[in-house]
């Protein structure tokens, strides 16, 4: 079945560096990747998302990566805020597969 | 809109009991998911409703049922609740089940099993 690797599990930045977190899947077949932000307590919403024949998208400080042919694609935080700190999923395809989420902390 | 509205937000049931999960969303989505989410193991799909009148076990069913009422409704119950049950429940909804739209997720529900 369907299988989605994250790395890392938690990640600690100091405020103003970046942060990036990754993420590989197995089907070849997937053609769409958001990333999912869950702050303590609250549901996941979406930040960003990337359908397979696009191979970067920004908005703002966030961006995504596709590498289909590696398999993975990957979260890029520039210049980190406090109010970034909460818990980043990956998903794969629909009905979505997750990641078992990064846990971002900015240090002030 | 509310969005997508799911009751209780909080339940303690003992070893045994039966509950269901409500959840109504009001975005006139085709698509409707249930999922669990247990510390380290991130979102896992129980079920899912790609649309009314379809439902389909994802990767956790095992004690649990479903049941797309209507377009706005899919219900998710416990028959007899163990305590490895205990975990926090989201419903989600999407316009389109098949082509990757975004999907929105309620509150959650905290399900304790005793």
């Known amino acids: 079945g369907e299988n989605v690797e994250q790395h890392p599990s938690t990640l600690s930045v100091q405020e103003g560096d970046s942060a990036v977190i990754k993420c590989t899947y197995s089907?070849?077949?997937?053609?769409?990747f958001p990333w999912y932000k869950q702050e303590l307590g609250k549901r996941p919403q979406l930040i960003i998302d990337?359908?397979?024949?696009?191979g970067e998208k920004k908005d703002q400080r966030i961006a995504v990566t596709l590498n289909k042919t590696a398999k993975h694609f990957s979260l890029h935080i520039t210049e980190t805020q406090p109010e970034d700190s909460a818990v980043y999923f990956c998903a794969e395809n629909t009905p979505l597969v997750f990641g078992k989420g990064t846990r971002l902390s900015v240090i002030a | 809109n509310a969005g997508v509205t799911q009751t209780p937000k909080f339940q303690v049931l003992k070893t045994g009991q039966s509950m269901t999960l409500q959840c109504a969303q009001d975005?006139?989505?085709?698509?409707m998911y249930w999922y669990r989410q247990d510390p380290g193991m991130g979102l896992r799909l129980i079920y899912y409703?790609?649309?009314?009148?379809?439902?389909d076990k994802g990767e956790v069913p095992n004690g649990y049922n479903v049941s797309r009422l209507n377009k706005r409704e899919f219900s998710l119950r416990l028959e007899s609740a163990a305590p490895s049950q205990t975990s926090v429940y989201f419903c989600?909804?999407?316009?389109?089940?098949?082509?990757?739209?975004?999907?929105?997720f309620g509150e959650g529900s905290w399900l304790t099993v005793v």
């Open positions: 989600a909804s999407s316009r389109q089940g098949i082509s990757g739209n975004t999907i929105y």
């Open positions: 975005m006139n989505h085709n698509s």
């Open positions: 990337i359908r397979s024949n696009v």
């Open positions: 089907d070849s077949a997937s053609n769409y």
């Open positions: 409703s790609a649309s009314e009148g379809t439902t």
